[in-house]
């Protein structure tokens, strides 16, 4: 089955403790992205892939690092997570920008 | 700034009754325009999406949306909502194939 998957779905953690989302395709995709939706902002996005090594910045980078090693894995990483990170994070992918399969969600709590 | 606006942040309807839900966006150029669905506790799914052709667009679920370049708009129509409708529902711009710009949302409530 064609899917985006994302682990953990749910998370809790505290300030300052490194952590990694991890996102995964199985579409044979080149582009991939991250969203985080926060209620009455939508997505926004915070940084994307065009293909194996080449990443780049989105609206929302601040915090974030991601890395692209394989073309079916996009990790979002958390170096120092803070309480403004709290949100619903989604990872995407598509053969281009203009559409993209999304996957289930990652709902992160920093406390 | 440019921007994709959804002027409604929640409706509320009844079943049966049509809805409407209006997008605009502020971007020039070629433009690709999406809307996405969010059932509660779901991911987003594609409901419809407009590249070229004619600017009436049928989607899944009985949805369609009309893309009205003159008042850069796509707005997203049913004409009888179901209780199974309810959700959240957001307008998508990928301007000059550049990345995707979403609105705010739209939470739609249908009563039973």
């Known amino acids: 089955e064609a899917q985006v998957t994302q682990n953990p779905r749910y998370l809790i953690t505290v300030t300052g403790k490194k952590l990694t989302v991890t996102c995964s395709q199985n579409?044979?995709?080149?582009?991939m992205s991250w969203y985080r939706q926060d209620p009455g902002l939508g997505l926004r996005q915070i940084y994307y892939s065009m293909n194996v090594e080449v990443t780049d910045k989105g609206d929302v980078p601040e915090g974030y690092k991601v890395s692209r090693k394989e073309k079916r894995n996009f990790p979002l990483i958390l170096e120092s997570p803070s309480p403004n990170q709290t949100s619903l994070y989604f990872c995407a992918s598509g053969l281009q920008r203009n559409e993209q399969f999304f996957g289930p969600g990652t709902r992160l709590t920093v406390l | 700034a440019q921007s994709v606006s959804q002027h409604n942040h929640h409706v509320i309807l009844s079943e049966a009754a049509s809805l409407e839900l209006g997008c605009n966006y502020s971007?020039?150029?070629?433009?690709?325009l999406f809307w996405y669905v969010q059932y509660p506790g779901q991911h987003l799914q594609l409901l419809l999406k407009?590249?070229?052709?004619?600017?009436l667009v049928k989607g899944i679920k009985g949805f369609e949306a009309e893309f009205i370049k003159s008042k850069f708009s796509f707005n997203l129509r049913k004409p009888s909502v179901q209780w199974s409708d309810t959700a959240e529902y957001f307008c998508a711009v990928n301007p000059n194939n550049n990345d995707m710009r979403f609105g705010a949302g739209t939470r739609l409530t249908v009563k039973p």
């Open positions: 407009y590249f070229s052709g004619d600017p």
């Open positions: 971007y020039g150029g070629t433009v690709n």
């Open positions: 579409m044979n995709h080149e582009y």
